[in-house]
């Protein structure tokens, strides 16, 4: 093996030491880039499962209240104790359902928390400087359902308050090296709560000092930044 690379240990002494500087940031990007594939994809991941399991059970909550308008307008018209048993029935399984919700949201870090840690964190890794550090437009993770040519959102007769999650987002803005950006990323993963990347952006000001960019956010069944 040592004689497979001494060719190329050979050519690198042989480098100038501007040429040298050229090729080790070069590893240094290479490094990052897989660095960066390998922390984003498996956050990617979860939060394609996520969404497609709370879409599914979005989806079945509307039809459930569908189901409980419809017996009850017939029980309304004709009452009887095999429709009151149906809607009971469906209740108990929207109840269910908007449980589902509730446990999803309990895994994920709140963003109480999440403003905490993320600066905490940064400020234990003294070669990082913060530069800005904020809460982004809270938002609906999935958007209502609305009628077909309306504008309006659908609206069910049967009182049944909706577990709804929100997105709530974090910027922050942060100058520094690659090793100790990496490090910073890497004890925010290691965090035992869920939370999702959104995006890293890493721009080399003057080597090795860069500007680093994270853009992250948690869910939430609260739309207001309680305590943020």
Do not use: C
Not at 39 to 44: G, H, I, P, T
Not at 107 to 117: V, W
Not at 141 to 152: F, Q
């Amino acid at each position: 093996m040592r004689d497979k690379l001494q060719p190329l240990i050979d050519r690198f002494g042989a480098l100038s030491t501007r040429e040298r500087m050229f090729v080790l940031i070069a590893v240094f990007a290479v490094s990052y880039q897989i660095a960066d594939l390998v922390v984003l994809d498996r956050q990617y991941q979860r939060i394609e499962t996520l969404n497609r399991d709370i879409a599914h059970d979005n989806a079945a909550i509307v039809g459930v209240n569908t189901d409980m308008n419809m017996l009850a307008a017939q029980a309304e018209r004709d009452p009887n104790r095999a429709l009151r048993e149906q809607l009971a029935a469906a209740r108990s399984h929207n109840a269910v359902l908007q449980q589902r919700l509730t446990s999803v949201a309990e895994k994920l870090i709140s963003p109480q928390d999440m403003a905490r840690f993320i600066e905490k964190l940064l400020v234990q890794e003294s070669e990082l400087t913060m530069l800005s550090l904020k809460t982004l437009k809270t938002e609906p993770l999935l958007p209502a359902r609305k009628h077909e040519g309306s504008a309006e959102p659908v609206q069910t007769s049967v009182s049944t308050p909706a577990a709804t999650l929100h997105k709530h987002g974090f910027e922050i803005t942060f100058s520094g090296g690659y090793l100790p950006t990496l490090r910073y990323l890497q004890a925010l993963e290691a965090l035992p709560w869920e939370f999702f990347w959104d995006s890293v952006n890493y721009e080399v000001i003057d080597y090795p000092n860069s500007i680093v960019r994270l853009r992250l956010h948690t869910l939430s069944l609260s739309e207001d930044w309680i305590g943020v």
